[in-house]
């Protein structure tokens, strides 16, 4: 079975800077995306990045850009999210998440980010 372990997680200031990893407890096929999701309390969970797991593509949301990066370490099972210049309406529980392109997504356990104002 799958599992995904999320880490990283904390308490910063605005303008602050954490690093979010995520392992798959198996090896990630080579057609697959890994991303990251996450979700504030009474809000839907929102895509924020991901990256194909061959070609190394990375796409973010409109929120992020530029001031997340989201990379990957392929002998490692392992993504990450470099997440700098954090703001107040980052605060959320973020998921990361296996995505075969055709099939059912796989979530993480989630790593709780709160950024104070």
């Known amino acids: 079975q799958v599992q995904l372990v999320a880490s990283g997680g904390g308490l910063v200031q605005a303008g602050g800077s954490l690093r979010l990893s995520c392992t798959d407890s198996?090896?990630?096929?080579?057609?697959?995306?890994m991303g990251w999701f996450r979700q504030d309390s009474g809000k839907e969970r929102e895509f924020v990045a991901a990256i194909t797991w061959t070609t190394d593509i990375a796409y973010y949301a409109d929120s992020v850009k530029d001031r997340f990066t989201i990379s990957r370490d392929s002998a490692k099972n392992t993504v990450y999210l470099q997440m700098d210049s954090l703001k107040p309406e980052d605060t959320g529980v973020y998921y990361c998440?296996?995505?075969?392109?055709?099939?059912?997504?796989?979530w993480g356990q989630g790593t709780q980010v709160t950024v104070s104002s």
């Open positions: 198996r090896r990630i096929p080579d057609t697959y995306t």
């Open positions: 998440v296996r995505d075969p392109q055709n099939g059912p997504r796989i």
